[in-house]
C-alpha cells in the first residue's frame, strides 16, 4: 500500500492569498498521481481549501476538535461545523495543542469520541520528549497516552483511527528517528491497541521532520501507513518530492 500523506500547516500561512496558493500548489503536486493526501490548515482557512479541494482528491481535516456538538464554549470548533464544510479528519492531541492547552489524556480522549460521534476520522498523536534511542523508549509514558486517549472507544464497521507516533524532539528540529526506534514503538503501539481491540482498525503514522531527504529511509519501514509532515508541507519543492516519492512506491 503507498503511504498515506498528513500535510500540518499548523499556524501557517497568515492570509489567505497565501493559502490560496499553497493549497494550488498541493493540487498541482499530485494531480494525476494516485497519492493519499490531507491537507490540515488553521481554521480560517477551512472553507477556503474545502471550496477548492472538491474537484480534487485531496482530503480536508482540522488541526483540533471541541468535545460538544454546541453550546458555551467560547472559541471552539465542533464535529458537526466541520463535517458541514466538507472535513474528512482532525488532528487531536498534537503535542504543541497538548502544551498549548494543557491537554490531558482524558481531554484527548473526549475530543476523540466527538470526532468519532461526528463521523470524522481521528489524527491521534502521542509522543514524548525522550526516545533518542531504542533503549531509552518511554514506555510508560506511551502506554498511558494510548491506554487513557482511547478509553472505551467503540468503532463503526466503517470507521478507523489513524494514531501519529511523533517524538516531540524530532519536531521541526531537522532531526528525524532512527527507522529502529520507530519500528519498536509500532510494535510496542500495536500490542497496546491490542489489548483495547483496536489494533485492526488503526493505522499508524510517524512524524517529525519528514521532508523530502528523510522520508526516503522512512519509506523503508513497512510497519508505518503514512507520515505526518509539518515544515515541509509548507515548502512546494519540498511536498512535490514527497509526493513523487510516495506515489512511486
Ligand atoms: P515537522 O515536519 O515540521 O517536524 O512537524 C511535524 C509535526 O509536528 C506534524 O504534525
Given at each position: 500500500m503507498p503511504k498515506k500523506l498528513f500535510f500540518n500547516w499548523k499556524?501557517?500561512?497568515?492570509?489567505s492569498f497565501q493559502a490560496t496558493n499553497l493549497f494550488e500548489e498541493v493540487i498541482k503536486s499530485s494531480k494525476s498521481l494516485s497519492v493519499h493526501v490531507v491537507v490540515c490548515p488553521p481554521f480560517v482557512y477551512l472553507p477556503l481549501v474545502c471550496e477548492m479541494s472538491k474537484k480534487t482528491n485531496i482530503k480536508i481535516g482540522s488541526q483540533d476538535i471541541s468535545?460538544?456538538?454546541?453550546?458555551?464554549?467560547?472559541s471552539e470548533i465542533s464535529g458537526p461545523m466541520l463535517v458541514d464544510l466538507g472535513c474528512q479528519y482532525s488532528i487531536i492531541g498534537h503535542s504543541e495543542t497538548r502544551e498549548i492547552n494543557h491537554l490531558t489524556n482524558q481531554d484527548v480522549n473526549k475530543k476523540i469520541r466527538h470526532c468519532l460521534q461526528s463521523k470524522l476520522t481521528p489524527i491521534f498523536c502521542i509522543g514524548y520528549q525522550e526516545d533518542k534511542t531504542t533503549t531509552d523508549i518511554n514506555h510508560t509514558e506511551l502506554s498511558e497516552q494510548i491506554q487513557q486517549g482511547l478509553q472505551d472507544i467503540r468503532l463503526e464497521d466503517d470507521q478507523i483511527i489513524y494514531l501519529a507516533y511523533e517524538p516531540v524532539w524530532a519536531i521541526g528540529t531537522g532531526k528525524t528517528a532512527d527507522n529502529s526506534i520507530i519500528v519498536e514503538v509500532t510494535k510496542f503501539i500495536l500490542q497496546e491497541l491490542k489489548m483495547l481491540g483496536l489494533n485492526s482498525k488503526t493505522k499508524i503514522l510517524y512524524g517529525g521532520s519528514v521532508d523530502d531527504q528523510s522520508v526516503v529511509e522512512l519509506?523503508?519501514?513497512?510497519?508505518i501507513d503514512g507520515f505526518l509532515i509539518g515544515?515541509?508541507?509548507?515548502?512546494p519543492e519540498k511536498f512535490s518530492r514527497i509526493i513523487g516519492i510516495v506515489s512511486s512506491n
Amino acid at each position: 500500500m503507498p503511504k498515506k500523506l498528513f500535510f500540518n500547516w499548523k499556524m501557517n500561512p497568515t492570509s489567505s492569498f497565501q493559502a490560496t496558493n499553497l493549497f494550488e500548489e498541493v493540487i498541482k503536486s499530485s494531480k494525476s498521481l494516485s497519492v493519499h493526501v490531507v491537507v490540515c490548515p488553521p481554521f480560517v482557512y477551512l472553507p477556503l481549501v474545502c471550496e477548492m479541494s472538491k474537484k480534487t482528491n485531496i482530503k480536508i481535516g482540522s488541526q483540533d476538535i471541541s468535545t460538544q456538538d454546541s453550546g458555551s464554549l467560547t472559541s471552539e470548533i465542533s464535529g458537526p461545523m466541520l463535517v458541514d464544510l466538507g472535513c474528512q479528519y482532525s488532528i487531536i492531541g498534537h503535542s504543541e495543542t497538548r502544551e498549548i492547552n494543557h491537554l490531558t489524556n482524558q481531554d484527548v480522549n473526549k475530543k476523540i469520541r466527538h470526532c468519532l460521534q461526528s463521523k470524522l476520522t481521528p489524527i491521534f498523536c502521542i509522543g514524548y520528549q525522550e526516545d533518542k534511542t531504542t533503549t531509552d523508549i518511554n514506555h510508560t509514558e506511551l502506554s498511558e497516552q494510548i491506554q487513557q486517549g482511547l478509553q472505551d472507544i467503540r468503532l463503526e464497521d466503517d470507521q478507523i483511527i489513524y494514531l501519529a507516533y511523533e517524538p516531540v524532539w524530532a519536531i521541526g528540529t531537522g532531526k528525524t528517528a532512527d527507522n529502529s526506534i520507530i519500528v519498536e514503538v509500532t510494535k510496542f503501539i500495536l500490542q497496546e491497541l491490542k489489548m483495547l481491540g483496536l489494533n485492526s482498525k488503526t493505522k499508524i503514522l510517524y512524524g517529525g521532520s519528514v521532508d523530502d531527504q528523510s522520508v526516503v529511509e522512512l519509506m523503508k519501514i513497512e510497519e508505518i501507513d503514512g507520515f505526518l509532515i509539518g515544515g515541509a508541507s509548507l515548502k512546494p519543492e519540498k511536498f512535490s518530492r514527497i509526493i513523487g516519492i510516495v506515489s512511486s512506491n
